[in-house]
Nanobody
């Protein structure tokens, strides 16, 4: 059973930092472009950042210059370093991507991790 498990969320003060991790587990042969989404109460799910297998990254305008996505292909793990956090970054952050596993290429979502930015 393949799973994506996020960790690292919590409470941060405005201007603070958090680092999220998303680890893929199970019988995995590889993973493709990986994404971080976020969903705040009453708002649509928003794509925050993406990273390709080769390391090409893309960011939402709202987080450019503050967030950095990275990946460790050997550990099947994706990270999101969040700096200069703002209250509007408060949301559930979800990891997403295509995994190459025994049934072929399949899309997976993590369960999400809560990030709250408040003084």
């Amino acid at each position: 059973q393949v799973q994506l498990v996020e960790s690292g969320g919590g409470l941060a003060q405005p201007g603070g930092s958090l680092r999220l991790s998303c680890a893929a587990s199970g019988r995995i042969f590889g993973f493709y472009t990986m994404n971080w989404y976020r969903q705040a109460p009453g708002k649509q799910r928003e794509l925050v950042a993406s990273i390709t297998v080769g390391g090409t990254t893309n960011y939402a305008d709202s987080v450019k210059g503050r967030f950095t996505i990275s990946r460790d292909n050997a550990k099947y793990t994706v990270y999101l370093q969040m700096n200069s956090l703002k209250p509007e970054d408060t949301a559930v952050y979800l990891c997403n991507g295509d995994i190459w596993e025994t049934r072929g290429r399949s899309e997976y979502w993590g369960q999400g991790t809560q990030v709250t930015v408040s003084s």
